[in-house]
């Protein structure tokens, strides 16, 4: 919970499907501009969230956890560069 130091809301969640996506609920509801999202969980928020992925708000963004990375906080980096930008300049050619 380093960002919980900074001021910044945190939600902790259990990894469970239901009671991630009770989570993301709330915090849609609670209108929040930036949303960050450890990896490890947001394969379970992501349905939550894909309402608002072609929305200005939230920006949600998935950063890597503190164990091993599998990958996916840079596919998703990856997806909105893409809307940004039109290209994926993380994909290696």
Known sequence: MPFSALGVDT???EQSADKVAEAA???????????VV???????????????????TP?????????ESAGFATRELGEVLKMATGINILQSS
């Open 11 to 13: 939600f902790s969640v």
């Open 59 to 67: 920006c949600v963004i998935v950063v890597p956890f503190t164990t």
């Open 25 to 35: 609920e709330k915090i849609i509801a609670a209108r929040y501009a930036l949303v």
């Open 38 to 56: 450890a990896e490890n969980i947001a394969p379970l928020a992501r349905e939550v969230f894909a309402d608002y992925q072609d929305a200005p």
